[in-house]
Every structure is written in structure tokens, then in C-alpha cells.
């Protein structure tokens, strides 16, 4: 380590401010805490009030665990608690529009609010994913126009891609490799130095920014592509009558088999990312057939599940109307509470057009959000009142449940294992 970058390590000369504090930045600030002294920053004042009383509502940390950073750690919505710190991560939500195009607004105001703040010699680092090109093209021009400085000359910018797994307690930030990029070699190091303070694995450094952007997004299509890969393949063995599940079990005895799931994409990365790079992909004349081919079958797949369903269903019971459906599990995926971009919102809008009162149960979701987002959300599965249950997440807690699924179903009713939880083929897709 040269001497700048050691001078500027010394105690009370770094100042970190992480901006965001959701499924990404939270972690990443109570991990710096740990090291450092550091500027917690979200627009979201309920948000801050909770995590100054040690609680966080997405359930990833815990409460022993803020508090035991309490003493390094401001939790603000503050703007004016940016102006004295000389390295931030931005680490705000990227999601899409109606259209299915980049909506970087959260990107656009954070990289403002650090452009105002920003001093020479200062560091800005963006975590939040994006497309190749898009901290080049986007946020760095405007760090440059609103600040006046140069990059390079006076302050440096890098990339190092979040890939937090939420729910995942086993492959927490400090045991994931992390990826590391700037625009010069000194802002490159002191990211280095920062970083390899709290991650325990490995830290790869890329040549360039884009490269670090491409290298998190194509994770994340390829990991799409290859769930579509699979859902279009049950569809395909629904339609020749063979057990799907069978097939994967028998393939998965060779050792180079990929072993995926069929399953519905939702989150904030894995349906997300893959419009992020066709977006790019199109702005430079290249029409990526490949991976809007996989966006457009998990896309479809609540509608697929519906119609399989409905199907199923008409063969137990003549009518359809006023028919009562149990939707077990609304989060994006198993064991945890976040509900972003999941397709069981989908699901249960089309059972209700067709006819049917939808409810739904999942204790991993607050009651208060439902209500906003008009879903039935009961607290315990009623005995012998609906006419079909619908599994679409495998909570671990669902297991311990399946007494009760299977009381709570009427004469005639139909469960529907997507996740083929329960483990019998009568309730298989």
C-alpha cells in the first residue's frame, strides 16, 4: 500500500458514506461499521427511525447486530450529513419502467446528491447494478457538471457489483468474492484497501468499469436464461403428459447437469437485468433475440400457471365463480419478506379476473402492505374452506404447515404444487 492510500486509511481520514439502505447497502454499511466510521444515508425517513431503534424490516439483520455498531454508525436522511465524507458507495435501487426500460432515477438523484458533496480526491463507488457503460456515459458526466472537478485529475469513480443473496445466511457479504473497478489506478487502490477490510474471499480486480458491469449482469441474465430454459421445458412435458419432475431427476445423474428449478422470476436482478442489457444492447443497433426470448417465457409464466390451474380445476368442479383459492407465498422467493417484482401478485389478479375470490397467506409479509396492494391476506388457513390451494413459494415454514394445507381443502378441491413441495404427484403442475 503507497503512502497516500495509508495516510488516507489513518484513523478519522476516511469518511464512508453508503447511500441506499435496503437489501444492499444495509449489510454493506454494518460491515464498514465494523472498521470504520460511517454515514448511513436513505431518503426513507420510516426507514431511518427503524434502523435507529435497531430494527430492519426486511429482516436480514438483526438487531444484536446494528446495535453492536451503534457507536460507528449515523443512520440519516439528512443531505446535509453528506457533506463531509470523502468516499461513497451508491447502492440505490435500479429497477425498470412500465415499458420495461432502465429506470435510473434513484441512480440520477444519488449520483446528485454526492456531486454536490463532492471534493478533490474523494471517491465515488456505485454498487447498484446497470448496464455496461451506464457509470461512464451517465454518472460520471454528471458528477463532472455539478461539482466542477475532473475525473481523474481530481477525483476518482469506480464499480464493484453487489451480490448479496437476500435470505442467504450462509453466503454473507464478507464470504462473497467481490469485484473491484475504477477509473485509475489510485482510486482502484484505495477501493481495494476499503473493501478488503470487510470481505473475507476473494477481491478481483478488472481492468475498467464496464467490464466489472458486465460481469454483474450477465450473472444475472444467465442465471434468467437458464430458468426459462427450464420452465419452457416443463411446459413442453406437461403438453407430451410425462412426469417433469422425473425427467430433471434423471437428468441431474450426470455430473455436468445444471441443476435448476422451474420457477416464477421475480426480485429486483434476475428479471430485471436482462432489459438492462438488451436496453444497451439496442441503443448500439443489436437486437439480443436470446435473452429477450427467456424474459418473454418467465414473463409468461403466471399466466401459464393460471391456465394450468383453471384447467385442472374444471375437471373437479363445473363452476368457477366465487370459488374460494388459497395463494400460499407472495415473496419473490423462499424464507424471506421481500415481495419486489413477485409474480404471485400476477397470479392472483388473473384468478380474480376469472372469476375466483383469491386469498393469500405468507407470514413473511406485512398485513399493512397487502392491504395497500388490495390482496386478501389471512393470518391462518381455514379447515375445509377453499376449493384449491396454489403453492408458489417454498417457505421452510410451509413444511411444517402441510397437515393444515391439506385439511384446508374441500371435497372436490385441487392443490396446486408448483414448487413441488409437498412431494406427490397428484398436486404437480
Known amino acids: ?37 460511517i454515514i448511513a444515508y436513505d431518503t426513507n425517513l420510516v426507514r431511518i427511525k427503524n434502523l435507529k431503534s435497531f430494527i430492519d424490516t426486511n429482516n436480514e439483520i438483526s438487531l444484536s ?51 454536490k458533496n463532492l471534493k478533490k480526491r474523494d471517491v465515488v463507488v456505485y454498487e447498484s447494478t446497470t448496464y455496461p457503460g451506464c457509470t461512464d456515459e451517465i454518472c460520471i458526466p454528471l458528477l463532472e457538471k455539478i461539482s466542477g472537478l475532473k475525473i481523474i485529475k481530481d477525483f476518482s469513480c469506480g464499480y464493484s457489483p453487489e451480490r448479496i443473496n437476500p435470505g442467504d445466511k450462509i453466503r454473507t457479504i464478507d464470504k462473497i468474492d467481490k469485484i473491484i473497478s475504477a477509473s485509475d489506478s489510485r482510486g482502484l487502490k484505495l477501493i481495494n484497501s476499503v473493501y478488503r477490510k470487510i470481505i473475507k474471499a476473494k477481491i478481483i480486480k478488472v481492468n475498467n ?14 442465471r434468467d436464461l437458464n430458468i426459462a430454459l427450464i420452465n419452457e421445458l416443463q411446459i413442453l412435458f406437461n403438453k407430451l403428459t410425462i412426469d417433469f419432475d422425473s425427467v430433471l431427476e434423471a437428468a441431474n445423474s450426470k455430473w455436468n447437469f445444471l441443476d435448476f428449478k422451474p420457477g416464477l422470476v421475480g426480485g429486483h ?29 418467465n414473463d409468461q409464466m403466471g399466466k401459464y400457471i393460471v391456465s394450468r390451474f383453471i384447467s385442472k380445476f374444471k ?22 419478506r421481500d415481495i419486489r417484482n413477485s409474480k404471485s401478485f400476477e397470479i392472483i389478479k388473473l384468478l380474480q379476473k376469472k372469476g375466483f375470490i383469491a386469498y393469500a ?7 399493512k402492505d397487502m392491504k395497500k396492494l388490495n390482496v386478501k391476506l389471512v393470518t391462518k388457513i381455514e379447515h375445509n374452506f377453499y376449493d384449491g390451494v396454489i403453492i408458489l413459494v417454498a417457505h421452510n415454514y410451509f413444511i411444517k404447515i402441510k397437515g393444515k394445507i391439506l385439511k384446508s381443502i374441500k371435497k372436490n378441491g385441487l392443490i396446486f404444487d408448483f414448487k413441488n413441495l409437498l412431494k406427490n404427484k397428484n398436486y404437480q403442475i
Not at 478519522?12 to 454493506?28: A, F
Not at 446495535?67 to 460507528?72: A, E, L, M, P, T
Not at 430485471?272 to 418473454?296: C, E, M
Not at 397467506?361 to 398485513?367: A, G, L, S, T
Open 1 to 37: 500500500m503507497n503512502f497516500l492510500i495509508r495516510k488516507t486509511l489513518q484513523k478519522n481520514k476516511l469518511n464512508i458514506c453508503v447511500i441506499g439502505l435496503g437489501y444492499v447497502g444495509l449489510p454493506l454499511s454494518i460491515e464498514l461499521a465494523k472498521k470504520f466510521k
Open 65 to 115: 447486530k446494528i446495535r453492536s455498531v451503534n457507536k460507528n454508525i449515523n443512520f440519516t436522511n439528512n443531505p446535509s450529513d453528506l457533506e463531509n465524507n470523502n468516499f461513497y458507495i451508491i447502492t440505490v435501487p435500479t429497477p425498470i419502467d412500465r415499458k420495461k426500460k432502465p429506470d435510473l432515477k434513484h441512480l440520477v438523484s444519488a449520483t446528485k446528491h454526492v456531486a
Open 209 to 222: 468499469i464496464k467490464i466489472a458491469e458486465g460481469a454483474k449482469i450477465i450473472e444475472n441474465t444467465q
Open 269 to 297: 436482478c434476475i428479471g430485471v437485468d436482462p432489459y438492462y442489457l438488451a436496453y444497451k444492447s439496442k441503443k448500439i443497433g443489436f437486437n439480443p433475440k436470446t435473452i429477450l426470448s427467456g424474459r418473454s417465457v
Open 315 to 336: 375437471k373437479k368442479n363445473k363452476f368457477i365463480s366465487k370459488k374460494k383459492i388459497l395463494v400460499m407465498g407472495l415473496t419473490f422467493k423462499e424464507n424471506i
Open 361 to 367: 397467506f405468507d407470514k413473511n409479509v406485512d398485513i
